[in-house]
């Protein structure tokens, strides 16, 4: 208990005295009792059972089989009926030991899938959690074809209802209701709980979204797009493909060039926007065949696009560009296969076209403009009116790694600024804070000290400095709200993540915050 500093004991020392349920000879029985003792809309109770040790459990949904708990808790599995044609299938984990918090999941990619590991890690912090399948099961959009109320769960709705439902079941549980509520989530789940404070302001008193997938529609056809550049490796047509092999060179190119420019040569590179990556430096010579060691000038022109912001048919900005330094991420292979990304496809055909194939060896800017346009379910999710959930006091904390090869962290400065305009507030330090993460690949992972307990697996201390939700915590319960963010990379260095627009600067010995 000595490690847990801060805010997290100073509530344990006020909350327990509300009634912690840990020796209640009664909470088994309590937990069982809400199987067939609950009566909330449209809701019904699956399942409740009582987990005093950590076990393995099966799960609901195809997903995964099985799951890990950790803390002793009360598991309620539910269903809800959100319109009369889509529902979600969820689980509230409701931990022994709780200090009033409610805390509600999001999502990855098209899921899909419930969070089972961020269940896990949430609650063992005693946030009593919960998590859904967002409204369908799996990682595809074949559940929103044509079925538009599928795709309004995914969109916008699964999270609320989550938010909703998962509250009652808190209060009828611990005979009190939650004190504070809190959403976590990344990628998908970043965007999920961006539209939460965009459409339901109410839900959540602190947000923390991470790489999130927002300009969705943008994001969809920029994908598209790289994948385009890159061309196939089948077709003849394609003298651009680079199989994912060669991406070696390019990333050490993009290092040779780049990484110095933040004064350390650490394979980290601070700033992507500084780094004005050259591929002409790659170029065969005129006695050289293209290979691992040199490239073609049809594989460079590729590249010039893939590292140039997209602009639309109306030469509107489509979506920023392709951070170099993530190249060395096996999660280039999402974009850079060769492969058509599965996600654009199923997005035009299902979800955009609303046909069941689509060819789309000739897809271009047209059909970007096109699932832009038609917006299914209201996905864009790029409105910088955060008005309403600043006014009720709601606190938003961002992230976004700076070697994202999925996402761009060039999508959420962009975000910031947005917002920034519409409120006409030069910063939004008050209520919204970005920590760009140099070195971070997707949500967590990469060469930079992307470990700040943002997600399961990257907790190192339990504190407001180290642990992002400790931060929120903090934040929200005693209005301190965290200046930069200390992460600590594999090798156990640990540097401090700036908030936007702060610059993060090398001063001989350390990186800091140059306010
Ligand atoms: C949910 O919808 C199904 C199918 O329409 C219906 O059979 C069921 O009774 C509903 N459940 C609740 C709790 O409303
Ligand atoms: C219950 O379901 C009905 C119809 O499916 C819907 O109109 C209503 O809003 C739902 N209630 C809640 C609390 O979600
Ligand atoms: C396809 O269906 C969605 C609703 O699921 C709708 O928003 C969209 O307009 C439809 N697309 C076309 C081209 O009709
Ligand atoms: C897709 O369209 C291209 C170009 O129009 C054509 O060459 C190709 O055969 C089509 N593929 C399929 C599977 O129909
Ligand atoms: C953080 O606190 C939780 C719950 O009290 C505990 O299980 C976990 O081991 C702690 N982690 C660290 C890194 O101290
Ligand atoms: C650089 O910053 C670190 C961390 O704040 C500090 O300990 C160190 O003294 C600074 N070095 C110089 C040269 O200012």
């Known amino acids: 208990m000595e490690l847990v500093v801060g805010i997290l004991s100073k509530l344990l020392l006020t909350w327990s005295s509300l009634g912690s349920n840990s020796g209640d000879p009664t909470i088994r029985a309590k937990c069982l009792a ?63 030991e709780w200090y009033g918090r409610f805390l509600g999941l ?30 369908h099961d799996g990682d595809s959009a074949l559940p929103f074809f044509q079925t538009p109320e599928v795709l309004n769960g995914f969109s916008f709705r699964s999270i609320h209802v989550e938010a909703v439902v998962g509250k009652q079941i808190v209060e009828a549980y611990y005979g009190r209701p939650h004190a504070k509520s809190y959403y976590v989530g990344c990628s998908t789940g970043g965007r999920q709980g961006t539209q939460a404070a965009l ?52 990333a050490n190119e993009v290092l040779r060039q780049c990484d110095g420019l933040d004064g350390v040569f650490d394979r980290v590179i601070t700033e992507p926007d500084a780094c004005d990556f050259r591929p002409e430096t790659l170029l065969c010579r005129e006695d050289q065949v293209s290979s691992n060691l040199c490239l073609t000038t049809a594989q460079v022109e590729a590249l010039r696009k893939i590292y140039s912001p997209l602009y639309g048919l ?26 058509f990304p599965p996600y654009t496809k199923q997005w035009l055909e299902y979800v955009t076209l609303n046909v069941s194939d689509y060819n789309i060896s000739d897809y271009g800017l047209n059909h970007g403009a096109l699932i832009d346009s038609v917006n299914a379910g ?14 009720r006091g709601g606190k938003f904390l961002s992230y976004h790694g700076r070697a994202d090869p999925i996402i761009p962290s060039g999508n959420s400065r962009r975000f910031y600024d947005l917002i920034s305009r519409t409120l006409s507030m030069p910063n939004l330090d008050t209520f919204y804070r970005l920590f ?49 963010i200390i992460g600590t990379a ?26």
């Open 490 to 515: 594999s090798d156990g260095a640990t540097r401090a993540h700036c908030r936007y627009p702060v610059r993060s600067l090398w001063n001989g010995s350390a990186f800091i915050c140059q306010e």
């Open 199 to 250: 459409k339901f302001p109410e839900d959540f008193d602190g947000i923390i979204a991470g790489a999130a997938a927002i300009d969705f529609n943008h994001l969809v056809h920029w994908t598209g797009m790289l994948s385009r550049y890159l061309g196939s490796p089948n077709a003849a047509s394609s003298p651009s493909f680079m199989p994912l092999s060669m991406w070696k060179l390019i």
């Open 436 to 484: 760009l993460v140099p070195g971070m690949d997707h949500c967590a992972g990469g060469l930079g000290a992307a470990n700040f307990g943002q997600l399961p697996g990257t907790q190192t201390q339990n504190s407001s400095s180290h642990n992002i939700l400790f931060a929120m915590v903090d934040w929200v319960e005693t209005g301190v709200a965290p200046d930069s």
């Open 34 to 96: 809400l199987k067939s003792g609950l009566n909330i809309q449209n809701t019904t109770i699956l399942d409740a059972s009582y987990l005093p040790v950590k076990s393995k459990i099966s799960t609901l949904g195809t997903c995964q089989s099985t799951a890990t708990h950790s803390a002793s808790l009360c598991r309620v599995q539910f269903h809800t009926n959100t319109t009369l044609t889509s529902g979600i299938d969820a689980e509230a984990w409701l931990p022994d």
């Open 314 to 339: 109306d030469g509107e900005l489509v979506y920023p560009r392709y951070d170099p330094g993530g190249e060395g991420s096996p999660l280039i292979s999402f974009t850079f296969s060769g492969d």
């Open 106 to 135: 999001g999502n990855r990619g098209l899921g899909g899938c419930i969070a089972y590991d961020e269940l896990d890690y949430a609650s063992s912090l005693h946030f009593a959690t919960v998590a859904s399948n967002n409204g």
């Open 378 to 391: 209201d996905i864009a999710t790029f409105n910088g009116d955060l008005s309403a959930f600043r006014d």
